[in-house]
């Protein structure tokens, strides 16, 4: 049973539009962490983060925690071909067990 | 370096059949996870070791499911009698300790049952 809902499951847009996944969920977790995940790869942490109403930048993407501690955003700006893939936010309680999305399949179209 | 390799990269097998996965980190790390996934799903938990402990089974783990870490190094996952909806990918990981807490992941064992 996935503990985190991620929405929508799947987007496909045009290079350069702007973008938001929600990833929801009714526990509270020590930290989020949210990743990308290409075909035939494990996934790759994108950024962790551990305070209530956090906002971390990563060049045009853009990750919030929300107040609560029990639900994120990650936003993308003017995107890229190169953004293309499946992005997975991770709830982290204080055993360090982790706890996976459902997933959001992205694909931008050049 | 902190990278995660994992053998085979794909099995085929009949329905019935063993199978053993493989999980080699680079480098030592006390905690390693074994995660099942299927296609455009988040990963899905299934047990982790703290050196050579097993300290967790997710109930995805029925019997037929054993994982092993003799040495607190590599680990080893096998499936007894297959069933095809044992039919995903399974990855490992490594924790390294930090600020994020960051976990590294191989690339995966691809799993057919027939």
């Known amino acids: 049973t996935q503990l985190l809902e991620q929405s929508p499951q799947f987007l496909s847009i045009q290079e350069g539009e702007n973008l938001t996944v929600y990833c929801n969920s009714s526990?509270?977790?020590?930290?989020l962490q949210w990743y990308r995940q290409e075909p035939g790869e494990g996934p790759v942490l994108l950024v962790t983060?551990?305070?209530?109403?956090e906002v971390k930048k990563l060049k045009r993407l853009t990750f919030q925690f929300g107040d609560a501690r029990k639900d994120s955003s990650l936003h993308i700006t003017a995107a890229q071909p190169g953004d293309t893939g499946l992005y997975l936010c991770?709830?982290?309680?204080?055993?360090?067990?982790?706890?996976f999305g459902t997933g959001t399949s992205l694909t931008v179209i050049p | 370096d902190t990278g995660v390799s994992q053998n085979p990269r794909h099995k085929i097998t009949k329905r019935g059949q063993n199978v053993t996965f493989r999980c080699d980190p680079i480098?030592?790390?006390?905690?390693l996870y074994w995660y099942r996934q299927t296609l455009g799903q988040g990963p899905e938990f299934l047990t982790y070791?703290?050196?050579?402990?097993?300290?967790?089974k997710s109930r995805l783990l029925s019997d037929r499911f054993s994982a092993e870490r003799p040495k607190g190094s590599f680990s080893t996952l096998e499936i007894q009698r297959t069933e095809q909806g044992d039919s995903a990918m399974y990855l490992c990981?490594?924790?390294?300790?930090?600020?994020?807490?960051?976990?590294?992941f191989g690339p995966g064992t691809r799993l057919t049952v027939l």
């Open positions: 991770a709830g982290v309680d204080t055993g360090n067990q982790f706890y």
């Open positions: 526990s509270v977790f020590s930290s």
């Open positions: 983060v551990v305070t209530g109403g």
């Open positions: 480098s030592e790390h006390n905690r």
């Open positions: 070791f703290q050196n050579e402990a097993q300290l967790e």
């Open positions: 990981a490594v924790l390294q300790e930090g600020d994020d807490n960051e976990q590294f």
